[in-house]
């Protein structure tokens, strides 16, 4: 009886839920009417994963002109962005200092996603989640989404919930008012360093466009910090479908490996690269960047290249999330991961929250994470090789900016201080702050240099280097 009992009052407790049908909430917003909308406007843009040193805020740029473009029935959105630099000195990464204006671009259509780089556009798998969530939690993506998922709509104070979910992609729960508007998205994104990302995004400043409710503003935080505030100047809608590319470059998701030296492996990637260092019996890998994908693949290439020993350290460079969301595949594999001791309690809390949406390699192993946390220099050494790690003191990319060294090969492994990609011929017009820092360590701490070994870009000889931070003079 107290069963039946129970029964009857969720189902009346279900009755006067959708006493607000979704039908009258896509009615209040007009999600029927708009097939495409194309948000302009201008504010701030922050660079997520990106921070100074672990734990404080995105580093934030100026968004002089931004466009978010939705095609609805094609799944489409396109993010078109001009950035200028904002922090100044430049503080932290995304990729500064920005000289001049910058655009950035990307875009998903359906499962497939891509982005501008240079002159080129790359496939982006890894956006393909992060972007299908802007698209499904934009006001009238999320109405359309519930609509298609047959999402019940639930009372709240002052107005109505919303709950969605994309298995191993992202869940959102959306908070309407009472005029059935979306005013608040707060969600959960998959991403390699976090686990379920915790994102919230606020629109607010509602007027009618066309008879279609907009919003005026769209405030987004993510892992905790401002992402994006944008105020919304002009909406078209139905005016078109954003620009989707014909021909992607496919991803290099595998590595190829070079040798840089006696037992020194350069295993280099799309983007970032890594090196594999053969010790007496074990090998040492600097840098697991991105995610398992990638990483995986580079395990595989060093285990390849230094066959019969086991991977035991993975040096991290710094806790930027596009060079540290390989590090997890390291759990897995049994290695401890070396990094600077300002980011071991930021690992280990983020490694033990949440990964529901995407169980990665080390979450499914069950292996503990081991952490060897290093200062301004840390020694590992074999009795025939020497690898020494040194922090860049003062370098503003990053607090805890680590470089390795291996003396008697004079290499030097580095990232985001020096990332020489065209040939560098002759001091440039503005010297990288990042750069003129690193020379100065290295001519303060005395390492001897020939080869510089870089986490992204071209393995060069030091006199490059020396141009690029106008040390040298051009030839
Ligand atoms: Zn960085």
Not at 112 to 130: E, K
Not at 260 to 281: L, P, Q, R, W, Y
Not at 302 to 329: C, E, M, W
Not at 374 to 382: N, Q, R, S, T
Request: avoid cysteine.
């Amino acid at each position: 009886m107290i069963l039946a009992g129970l029964a009857a009052g969720q189902a009346l407790a279900a009755a006067a839920a959708s006493a607000q049908t979704l039908d009258e909430i896509a009615k209040a917003m007009g999600a029927d009417k708009v097939e495409t909308i194309q948000y302009l406007g201008t504010g701030s843009f922050y660079a997520v994963g990106q921070s100074y040193r672990p734990g404080v805020p995105w580093p934030r740029f100026n968004l002089v002109k931004a466009s978010r473009h939705f095609d609805y029935a094609k799944g489409a959105y396109v993010g078109d962005i001009t950035l200028t630099q904002a922090e100044n000195p430049p503080r932290g990464g995304g990729t500064q200092p920005v000289i001049g204006e910058q655009r950035r671009m990307a875009g998903v259509a359906g499962e497939r996603a891509w982005m501008l780089a240079g002159a080129f556009t790359l496939a982006a798998p890894a956006q393909i989640a992060p972007l299908q969530h802007d698209l499904w939690t934009s006001p009238h993506g999320l109405i359309k989404a519930a609509i298609a998922d047959k999402v019940q709509p639930v009372k709240a104070p002052g107005g109505s919930t919303l709950t969605l979910a994309r298995a191993g992609k992202w869940k959102a729960k959306a908070t309407l008012d009472a005029q059935h508007r979306v005013v608040k998205v707060e969600s959960w994104i998959d991403i390699p360093v976090l686990g379920d990302m915790a994102v919230v995004t606020t629109y607010g400043g509602y007027r009618s466009v066309d008879s279609v409710p907009v919003p005026g503003t769209i405030v987004q935080t993510a892992g905790g910090h401002k992402v994006l505030d944008m105020k919304i100047a002009e909406v078209k809608i139905n005016a078109g479908s954003p620009a989707v590319p014909t021909a992607i470059n496919p991803p290099a998701g595998e590595v190829k490996t070079d040798k840089a030296a006696d037992g020194v492996f350069f295993i280099h990637g799309a983007t970032h690269h890594s090196v594999a260092i053969e010790m007496k019996d074990h090998i040492i890998l600097v840098e697991g960047p991105l995610g398992d994908a990638r990483e995986l693949a580079a395990i595989a290439a060093a285990k390849q290249a230094i066959p019969g020993k086991p991977i035991k350290y993975v040096i991290n460079t710094h806790h930027h999330f596009d060079h540290s969301g390989g590090l997890r595949a390291f759990v897995a594999e049994g290695a401890a991961i070396v990094t600077h001791a300002i980011n071991v309690d930021y690992f280990r809390a983020a490694y033990a929250a949440p990964r529901t949406l995407n169980p990665d390699a080390a979450a499914k192993s069950g292996k503990k994470p081991v952490f060897l946390g290093v200062g301004a220099k840390h020694v590992l050494g074999d009795g025939q090789r020497r690898v020494e790690i040194h922090q860049l003191a003062g370098n503003s990319h990053n607090d805890g900016l680590l470089v390795v060294l291996l003396p008697k090969e004079k290499v030097l492994i580095v990232a985001d201080a020096f990332s020489p990609r065209e040939p560098i011929t002759k001091r440039p017009d503005a010297l990288n702050p990042f750069t003129t820092n690193l020379w100065a360590n290295i001519q303060q701490k005395k390492l001897a240099v020939e080869t510089i070994v870089p986490i992204h870009g071209r393995m060069v000889k030091v006199n490059e280097l020396m141009l690029a931070a106008g040390a040298a003079p051009t030839n």
